[in-house]
């Protein structure tokens, strides 16, 4: 496929669906009115809207079509799966393609004990099962969490995210126990600063401020960490923090979940996004990527953790069978060749933005791995300051001209697309991107 933008954006029949649409649906949701995408279909990395309008991309709702739009394969295994039964809750009765699910699950994991699985229906639902079964085994209250961090929206998960005011606002009070602490960013770091020093300067806060002044050590029962921050802006910590940390953690009996929600599941290049810092999560959550569209999460544990007795927690449509089948053979591609394709596509797409970001007067930093990619925006180089206006801008020239991006953080573009892409769809996205920011930095916008 390729693109095609045949109407003016939003076309006709789009203006009737969102019409409709602030009419009777929640208008909490996030959407952006200057990328208007009312979907009719999807093949791999390409959406066709209502008024035959063809776009590449580059956000696989939200980090999540892994394998593109309704990939064939994933297709048949819904399909087969539908025809034999729909649902027949995990939470009271077996079915062999749940538990053949969490066996393949187990086996990924990074760690050498044997693994258990809770599954339930979306990646908010997946930490609200860590938390519990975190002060469940630990028998311990509080938590460590990060500033920038995101972890859903539901209270427990709500509790933990620290990303923007908007989504705590007019919700106090939260799940108490939570403390938040810094989460290293290089690019943000003093001037003169190494990555393995803006690390260190973090565990010190965590060590020395945090455990000797506000939470003692042996009332913590997880520290929450997003291996690769996702909502905060696509942020990579220093590789000797993360085994630190895991060090720390260990040390003092304290659990490390990470947070995989967005990371894992190849998007990275590797399975989890874990494996890049050679560490062993105690907890690890996933949904996104997982099965290809359908709502699934997954809350893997080591079998000495996930110790809790029947009834303890529990889910009716978690792990739903047609779920399970379409994760199966979603995990069945990722291994068989999206996984090398995203580090390799990934890597090539990083080559491409460094030379762009050393012309461009507005990118501040490019970072990235695999096919999670953060562009960094800003006002000025030398000051840092972040440009989230001019981020917008040059989300809304990308989508005039055919090419689905997303910001995250305060102002940072991000490139999450199906790690099926090509890269032809590669440099169409790259070509497209440096337009749309030609564009934004020639002060040559309209109908903004």
Not at 78 to 104: C, N, P, W
Not at 226 to 231: A, H, K, L, S
Request: hydrophobic share 40%.
């Amino acid at each position: 496929m390729a693109i095609h933008i045949k109407t003016k954006l939003p076309g006709p029949q789009a203006l009737k669906i969102i019409e409709r649409d602030k009419k009777y649906v929640s208008p909490s949701y996030t959407r952006d009115p200057h990328c208007p995408l009312v979907i009719a279909s999807g093949n791999g990395a390409y959406v066709t809207d209502v008024d035959g309008n063809v776009f590449l991309d580059f956000c696989a709702g939200i980090a999540v079509t892994s394998t593109g739009h309704s990939h064939r394969e994933v297709v048949k295994s819904i399909s087969e799966q539908a025809q034999k039964f729909i649902h027949m809750s995990g939470t009271d009765f077996y079915y062999d393609v749940q538990s053949r699910l969490a066996e393949k699950l187990s086996a990924l994991a990074p760690g050498k004990e044997s693994k258990k699985v809770f599954f339930s229906n979306s990646g908010a639902e997946a930490i609200e099962c860590a938390l519990k079964l975190a002060r469940y085994h630990t028998r311990r209250k509080q938590f460590i969490a990060f500033f920038g961090s995101f972890h859903g929206r539901t209270y427990g998960a709500l509790s933990l995210t620290s990303s923007k005011p908007v989504q705590k606002e007019n919700f106090f009070p939260f799940v108490p126990g939570v403390t938040h602490i810094p989460y290293p960013n290089m690019y943000r770091a003093p001037h003169g600063m190494s990555e393995n020093e803006v690390g260190d300067r973090c565990l010190d806060y965590l060590k020395n401020t945090v455990f000797k002044t506000i939470v003692p050590v042996h009332e913590v029962a997880a520290v929450f960490m997003e291996p690769i921050q996702g909502e905060g802006g696509y942020v990579i910590p220093p590789k000797k923090f993360v085994k630190d940390l895991i060090a720390l953690c260990r040390e003092n009996g304290i659990l490390l979940v990470a947070d995989e929600v967005q990371s894992g599941m190849g998007r990275t290049g590797k399975m989890f996004a874990s494996e890049h810092f050679g560490v062993e999560p105690d907890i690890i959550c996933l949904a996104k990527g997982i099965a290809s569209g359908l709502p699934l999460g997954a809350t893997i544990a080591s079998e000495s953790i996930m110790d809790w007795k029947p009834g303890s927690h529990a889910s009716t449509f978690g792990g739903n069978p047609i779920s399970c089948a379409a994760a199966l053979t979603t995990i069945d591609l990722l291994e068989k060749k999206y996984v090398k394709n995203a580090a390799e596509i990934g890597k090539y797409i990083l080559t491409k933005l460094k030379k762009i970001e050393n012309k461009s007067s507005f990118i501040g930093n490019v970072r990235g791995l695999g096919l999670m990619i953060g562009i960094e925006i800003v006002k000025d180089k030398k000051t840092k300051e972040p440009a989230p206006l001019l981020k917008a801008h040059i989300v809304t020239q990308a989508f005039k001209r055919g090419l689905i991006i997303l910001g995250c953080g305060v102002s940072t573009i991000r490139f999450c697309p199906p790690l099926v892409i090509t890269k032809k769809d590669a440099d169409t996205a790259l070509s497209i991107f440096e337009e749309s920011l030609a564009t934004v930095e020639k002060g040559t916008l309209s109908s903004i």
